[in-house]
Structures are given as structure tokens and as C-alpha cells.
């Protein structure tokens, strides 16, 4: 799921891989570990560097905007 937002939100804003790494402050290899599920449980802190980056909260991110 987070895999899937990440690379559904990253395509929505017009980034590469490569950008999205850059404004986290990620590696890019991290990213596309991440992207293609092989990182299942990325730290607290990366979600957040990739959500800050994507302009977005870690609940969005997650898919849990809106739910209860």
C-alpha cells in the first residue's frame, strides 16, 4: 500500500525517482527499494522525509486520510 502511494503520488506531481530521493534527502536507492516493495518497512523518519517532500501529511501518504 505505502509502495503504491508513494509511487502514485510521485507520478501525480511530475517527479522522477531521482527528484523525489533529492527533495527527501533519501537515497535513491532507498526510494526505489521502497517503490518496489523490497523495503516492506521503511523508519518513521523516511515516510516522513517523503511526505514532507510530496507536500503531503504521513496519513495521506498512508491512505488513512479520511478513515476512522
Known amino acids: 500500500m505505502l509502495a503504491q502511494n508513494i509511487k502514485k503520488l510521485r507520478l501525480k506531481k511530475g ?3 531521482e527528484k ?3 527533495l527527501a534527502d533519501i537515497s535513491n ?3 526505489i527499494k521502497i517503490e518496489s516493495g ?3 518497512e ?3 523518519t ?5 511526505a514532507d ?4 501529511s504521513i496519513d495521506e501518504l498512508l491512505g488513512k ?3 476512522k
Open 46 to 50: 523516511t515516510v516522513s522525509k517523503i
Open 65 to 67: 486520510k479520511g478513515q
Open 15 to 17: 517527479l522522477s525517482q
Open 42 to 44: 521503511p523508519t518513521i
Open 29 to 31: 536507492a532507498t526510494l
Open 53 to 56: 517532500a510530496l507536500k503531503i
Open 20 to 22: 523525489l530521493a533529492r
Open 38 to 40: 523490497v523495503a516492506k
